[in-house]
Structures are given as C-alpha cells and as structure tokens.
C-alpha cells in the first residue's frame, strides 16, 4: 500500500490528526527554543556531522579499534551481517543463560530486525520497556515514530489497553495513574527478568564503551538487575573519541525534545562483577548505503526524531503510513535503499520544504537526498506508476483545505529559502498548484489547555 | 537491483570487508574549538537554573546541615541506604556483593556525585559512588551531595574532567526521571527515581 493510502486512513480521524499535527509541532518549538540557548549551536551541528563524515570515512578502522577496547574490558562482541543472524546470535545467548524472560529498552534496531516475534516463538517473554514501546507493544502495532513510539494513541486508548492488559481500572485516561499502575507492572518485569536487551546511541572506539540514553531509566533498570545484557548497535553508532559524546550529547535531547539532555546517559564499560554484557554489531544493508555517494550520509543519522516533528507531511500522515521501521523524513531516505519497490512512494511523501535538513543536529542533507532518490525512482519504475504515487500523496495529506495547516515558520522557511526547482519541479505537484494556507488560531499550549478542561 | 548480500557465518570478516570496499576517502575528524563555547555565565545559578528545568530539587546548604537537610525533605523514609560519609542517615548497609534484587525497597539512597554540570543540570555519578549500580535508579527517591567547585560549563569539560576514571560504569542523571509517552503530558516517576534532590556544598 502506498504512503498515501495510508495517509488518508491516518486522516479519517480529523480530531486525533489535528491533535498530532500540533503536539508535534509543540515539540518542535521546544527544540528551537532549547537549540537557540546554546552558545555556538550552529558549530556544534557542524562538528557533528563532520565527525560522522570522518567516521564513515575511517568506519572499518574504528570497528577494529572499539571491538578490540571492549574485549579487553570483558565484553562479548558478535557480528552480524543481516537481522537474522543478529536474531541469532540473542537467541544463541539466551539459550546459554537459559533465559524465558527478557526485557528490552528502546531500540530501532531490533525493531527492524523483527526481533520480538523471532523469540516469542521460541517460548521467550520479550517485554519492552520504555512506556510507549509497552503501550504500542500491547495494542500490537509498531512504533509510530522514533522518540515518542506511541505519540498516535490518545490517552484513551492507553486506558483501555491497561484495563485490558494490566487490570486498571477505568480513569477517562488520568496520565499519573496510568504511569503509576505502568511503574509498577514493569517493576515486577525488570525484577524477574534473566537478561537484558538495550539499543545503543554511540558506541566509543577509543574506549571500547557504549552509551545509551533514556529518561524513564528503563535501560538501566533492566541492565542493572539481570544477570546479562546485550547491546544490539548497527554500524553506524561508533564514534572514534569519548570526548565526541560531549558534542553528540548536547545535540542530541534538544533536538529530540527540547530537554537539554536526556534523565539518563548510562555509560556501560564493564560488566558488574558476576555478569555478561554482550555487543552485536549489525550491517543489515548499511554497507550497501555506505557505497551509495548520494546517499552516504543518512547514515550520520543519530535518531533524534527532529526531522519527523517538523515534517508536514509525517504530521499530518502519521508514523504508520511510512510502512517502515524508521518513518518521516529520514525513513524515507533510508527505506529505498532497503527495498525501492516497496518503498518508493515514500520519497514523495514531501513537500521538499527542506525544513527536516534546516533542524537535523548532524546536518543531514535529507531534503536533497529525497530528491536524488525521485529521480532514481523515475528511472527505474514506469512513469505513469510514478505520477499517480505523486498527486496522490500530494492529494490526500496536502490538499484537503482547512485539513492541512502548514505551520507558518516552515512554509515561510520554504518559500524563502528553498530553491525554486525544488518548489515547482515537475515532481512536485503540491508547489504547482496551491498557495500555502494562513497559520490561525490557538497554539498547541492553548489547545491542549482547552481539551484537558473540557475533559 | 538493490539485495543484501548473504554471507553467513562470515559477519565480521563480511562486514569490515564491505565498509573496507565501500567507504569514501578519509575525510579529516575536525578539531574542536571549544572557545566558540566559551561564556560568561554563573555556573552556579545557571546549573541549579537548569536542574529545577528539568524537575530536580536544589540547594546550597552548610556540609554540617546535610542530614538535617534530608531529614526535611525526606521525614518519613525507613530504608535508607547512604554511600557517603558525609550522611549518617542509612539504616541498611550495603556493599559490593549486595544482591540488587534486595534494594527494591529502599526508599531513599544518598550518593555523592564527582561533577555537575551548568548547562544541563546533571550530575556525574559512577559505579563506585553507588557501590551496587541499580542503587539510584531502583530506589523511590534520591539525594546528590555535589560540591559546587564541581560544577562545570558544559558536556565537553565534563568529559574533560572524567577523562582519566576508572571505566566500569558511570552515568549522568539529570533529574528525577520522568515520561510523556501518555499523550505528551509529562509524569515524573517512570521507571527510575521519583524524585532527585541534589544538595550543593
Ligand atoms: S535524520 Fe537528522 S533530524 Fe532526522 S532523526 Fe536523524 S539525526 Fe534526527
């Protein structure tokens, strides 16, 4: 099914779209106003993407150099070309621990190498962890974005999936007490868990060292209580000093949430005394985009989320439109590359605005590579296929008037500061045929305030 | 067209060999000039500024006063477990070979941190301040003796100042911690401490 299809599903509930489309971009704002209190904000993006330039560069060489400093620490580390062999290699580890119940802190990479349901079925619990991975696990879907898994569901929803699953009782979806009743389902979780599983954010190769961030300190809850844990990483999340994290982690949660850093940044080195800690190294299809020159540098990604939140598109289409691990604007940079046919109507789930390029911390050039990979799909697949998948995109999420409010700073941005082509090329339905409409009415605060009085 | 290649039981050699095949030219890592960080801030009062930003307690307080303080904030606790001499609070002892399971109802753990930092708040705290490692995420509530010498500028002095430890496990907390996966309506108390108290001496 195309993206738009699938948007226009999303957009069945104009409510829940609208309620999406403004949190999102209240998320945003918190990013710029975070951002704009650093000194030297705008050098610190470039010297992030100027280290992951180097590291892609030099990416074998650090592998060696990070492999060989966490052996000499204690650690396991296992490689991995594809997601099965990953499914594996954590099964293989499980059977050695005799493990039935795992608990796993939030990690993309195991989502794309379907991890859950490889070891549901060879009898092991995999619970997540993170609150919005739990709720979205228990409802049965995937992530609908990277940060905030189940910014989709309304507090509703997460009732009744806690009445259902966890026997709350009815709260008209009170947040405290479902957090509540939350802390202590997944207390008892962590407490009787054999190993834990954890995604990593940066993997240090002169130390040997991972880092992994949290805010629900779930991570370290899980890690510090089993008797293993294993560190699932793809390739990409080495950086070559220690120092590095002093840039990464000051870009990183504000432009995720506006925080100046995350609750948590656990630095794992050794394991405790009497426990395993365990590294696998994933390829899973990144050497491949490593040879991609156009499209190299998606993988300076550092999964901040950024580029999802100011996307008009993925606001008003939502995560599960992208059909695709890692949805927005990255996602569909990285997902053609995994599968083109599958995946090609997502390049076209933009505006082009360039608004994701103009926040991404490292300095991706996400809009363009969108547009490379336009033309590549051009290409490849019959045009009539390829023009439909345009004007449908283009007519579901963006021209329903009064449905689609652009906010006004990106569209301003846009037409400001993106080049003319990019508006008005061919490709581009949208910039050929509409004006952009006035930004009115009450911000997310305001609204929010409004809906939680009226109940 | 686009496939990945299957190369079993070959991971590493497979992988290095690739990125070794697919890589760019070494592009230079850029020196970092930390003097476009520099500014003139009180470290002080931007680090508690910063730490009430993000729902921590702070105050500076006479190192005589500690328990005093914590007594306090904290009157009605019973499993207490203090990893500093400078509080005589705890009621249980632990040590290196304490079961972490056990402290799952410690209501209260007071730790020394090395290091605070302005920019954001947090706290530098390591294996061997905690002396079990789940301590101050497993226990509801949790006190920071910090100096305030020890506060610095931002993440890249910290890494700077800890740049020489003992690597097992260290962690910089900010905070109590905290969700807003229910909706976007932030809730402090997800999994790790409810609350975070850190006292400046
Ligand atoms: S592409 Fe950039 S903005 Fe988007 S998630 Fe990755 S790092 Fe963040």
């Known amino acids: 099914m195309s993206h738009a299809t699938k948007a226009a599903e999303f957009n069945k509930n104009e409510a829940k779209v609208n309620w999406h489309d403004k949190a999102l971009w209240y998320v945003r704002e918190k990013r710029d106003k975070s951002a704009h209190n650093v000194q030297g904000w705008e050098y610190l993006r470039q010297l992030g993407s100027k280290i992951k330039a180097n590291v892609l560069s030099n990416l074998d060489e650090y592998l060696i150099q990070f492999e060989a400093n966490a052996k000499k620490n204690g650690i396991h580390v296992h490689w991995a070309s594809d997601a099965e062999e990953h499914n594996n290699i954590v099964n293989d580890i499980l059977s050695k621990h005799n493990a039935k119940k795992v608990v796993k802190s939030k990690s993309m990479l195991t989502e794309e190498c379907h991890l859950n349901p490889f070891l549901e079925s060879r009898g092991i619990e995999v619970v997540d962890t993170d609150l919005g991975e739990r709720i979205v696990q228990l409802a049965q879907e995937p992530p609908s974005h990277i940060v905030l898994p189940a910014i989709h569901k309304t507090k509703e929803d997460v009732d009744e999936?806690?009445?259902?699953?966890?026997?709350?009782?009815?709260?008209?979806?009170?947040?405290?007490?479902?957090?509540?009743?939350?802390?202590?389902?997944?207390?008892?979780?962590?407490?009787?868990?054999?190993?834990?599983?954890?995604?990593?954010?940066?993997?240090?190769?002169?130390?040997?060292?991972?880092?992994?961030?949290?805010?629900?300190?779930?991570?370290?809850m899980g890690v510090h209580l089993a008797k293993a844990h294993i560190a699932c990483m793809g390739i990409e999340k080495i950086i070559p000093k220690e120092k590095h994290l002093g840039v990464f982690l000051r870009l990183l949660a504000r432009s995720a949430t506006g925080q100046p850093i995350t609750t948590y940044s656990s630095h794992f080195n050794k394991p405790e005394d009497g426990k395993e800690m365990h590294i696998v190294i994933v390829d899973n299809g990144r050497t491949e985009q490593l040879s991609r020159e156009d499209f190299r540098a998606s993988l300076h990604c550092i999964r901040c989320g950024a580029c999802m939140n100011t996307c008009p598109i993925y606001r008003r289409s939502g995560g599960h439109s992208y059909d695709y691990t890692i949805p927005g604007p990255i996602g569909s940079i990285l997902s053609p590359g995994k599968d083109l046919k599958k995946h090609s109507s997502l390049p076209f789930a933009s505006t082009l605005c360039g608004s994701c390029s103009n926040v991404c911390p490292v300095k991706i050039n996400i809009h363009e590579q969108l547009y490379k990979w336009r033309q590549v799909i051009v290409k490849e697949q019959k045009q009539p296929m390829v023009k439909k998948s345009i004007l449908k995109t283009a007519g579901v999420v963006l021209s329903k008037p009064g449905l689609y409010r652009i906010a006004g700073k990106t569209a301003r941005f846009m037409l400001k500061n993106a080049p003319k082509f990019m508006i008005y090329n061919k490709l581009n339905a949208w910039g050929k045929a509409r004006d952009l409409p006035e930004v009115k009415g009450q911000n997310f605060d305001d609204w929010y305030k409004k809906r939680q009085k009226n109940g | 067209?686009?496939?990945?290649?299957?190369?079993?039981?070959?991971?590493?050699?497979?992988?290095?060999?690739?990125?070794?095949?697919?890589?760019?030219?070494?592009?230079?890592?850029?020196?970092?000039?930390?003097?476009?960080?520099?500014?003139?801030?009180?470290?002080?009062?931007?680090?508690?500024?910063?730490?009430?930003?993000?729902?921590?307690?702070?105050?500076?307080?006479?190192?005589?006063?500690?328990?005093?303080?914590?007594?306090?904030?904290?009157?009605?606790?019973?499993?207490?477990v203090s990893t500093t001499k400078k509080s005589a609070l705890g009621t249980i002892t632990i040590d290196k070979n304490t079961e972490p399971h056990t402290l799952e109802n410690i209501d209260l753990a007071i730790l020394e941190a090395e290091l605070g930092v302005s920019e954001n708040g947090a706290v530098w705290v390591t294996a061997s301040n905690s002396i079990v490692r789940v301590l101050p995420f497993i226990t509801n509530d949790l006190v920071i003796i910090l100096k305030k010498e020890n506060i610095c500028l931002h993440m890249l002095k910290a890494y700077d100042q800890i740049a020489e430890r003992y690597r097992d496990f260290g962690v910089f907390i900010s905070g109590p911690s905290k969700t807003a996966d229910i909706e976007q309506c932030l809730v402090v108390g997800a999994h790790g401490a409810m609350s975070l108290a850190v006292l400046l001496i």
């Open chain 1, 161 to 220: 999936l806690f009445q259902e699953h966890l026997g709350t009782t009815p709260s008209q979806g009170n947040p405290e007490y479902l957090v509540g009743e939350a802390r202590k389902h997944l207390r008892d979780k962590f407490l009787n868990a054999d190993v834990a599983i954890t995604g990593v954010n940066f993997a240090v190769a002169d130390t040997g060292g991972v880092v992994v961030c949290t805010n629900e300190g779930n991570a370290d």
């Open chain 2, 1 to 80: 067209m686009i496939g990945i290649k299957k190369d079993r039981k070959m991971g590493r050699e497979s992988i290095l060999k690739s990125v070794k095949q697919n890589k760019p030219e070494l592009l230079q890592l850029p020196d970092i000039n930390e003097a476009t960080f520099e500014e003139d801030i009180n470290l002080l009062e931007t680090f508690k500024n910063n730490l009430k930003a993000v729902g921590g307690f702070v105050k500076e307080i006479d190192e005589k006063s500690i328990d005093t303080e914590i007594k306090v904030l904290h009157s009605n606790k019973t499993n207490i």
